[in-house]
Every structure is written in structure tokens, then in C-alpha cells.
């Protein structure tokens, strides 16, 4: 079983910076691709970023230029740095990885976070 933790999630006003980390713990081979998605109230998740095992990443273009994803392999750990927060950030943050639990069968499932609240307000 894979457990994903997030942390760094809060209330902080406009233009202010937020860090938020997700740590991938249980049985884990392998980590693929690392994502971060929000929800906000009333709407369907959407992609915020995500990054690849080879540190490629992808953005939302709200985000763009604002919000930076990284990750540690070593601590199987995804950050995302949130500078000059606007409220239309506020949502419930998801940090999401595709996870190769063991080295057989080469197969890998997806595993949420439970998520943390961001809230700025307007």
C-alpha cells in the first residue's frame, strides 16, 4: 500500500507564498510522474502541475510563471511553490502520484493525497 501526505496548506493573503509538499510512503519501487491538482467550491479538479521522473514539468496556464513544481526523489517528495497568490487559488490542493509499488509486475496505479486547503482571500 502507498500512503501520499500533504502538508503547507493555509490561509495567507494576496501576493503572499505558500510551499505545499506531498511525501510518498508504503511499498515503492518506482515513482513515475508527480502532480499537483485543486479543487475549488463547486467545480471539477484541474490539473495545477506535474513533473515527470526526469524532472520535465507542465503547468496550468493559470499558474504559469507563479507556481513551481519540483520534486526529491531521494525523499520521494513533490513540492510546489505558490508565489503572488490571487483568490481564484483558494481550492483544496491534491498531490497525486504514479506509483510501481513492486519491481514485478511492472505495473503502476495511481495514488492520491488527501488534500490540503489553500485559501486567499479576495
Known amino acids: 500500500q502507498v500512503q501520499l501526505v500533504e502538508s503547507g496548506g493555509g490561509l495567507v493573503q494576496p501576493g503572499g507564498s505558500l510551499r505545499l509538499s506531498c511525501a510518498a510512503s508504503?511499498?515503492?519501487?518506482?515513482?513515475?510522474?508527480m502532480g499537483w491538482y485543486r479543487q475549488a467550491p463547486g467545480k471539477e479538479r484541474e490539473l495545477v502541475a506535474n513533473?515527470?521522473?526526469?524532472?520535465?514539468?507542465n503547468y496550468a496556464d493559470s499558474v504559469k510563471g507563479r507556481f513551481t513544481i519540483s520534486r526529491d526523489n531521494a525523499k520521494n517528495t513533490v513540492y510546489l511553490q505558490m508565489n503572488n497568490l490571487k483568490s481564484v487559488d483558494t481550492a483544496v490542493y491534491y498531490c497525486?502520484?504514479?506509483?510501481?509499488?513492486?519491481?514485478?509486475?511492472?505495473?503502476?496505479?495511481?495514488?492520491w493525497g488527501q488534500g490540503t486547503q489553500v485559501t486567499v482571500p479576495s
Open positions: 513533473i515527470t521522473s526526469t524532472d520535465s514539468t
Open positions: 508504503g511499498s515503492i519501487f518506482r515513482i513515475n510522474d
Open positions: 497525486e502520484a504514479d506509483v510501481q509499488p513492486t519491481i514485478w509486475p511492472p505495473r503502476a496505479y495511481v495514488y
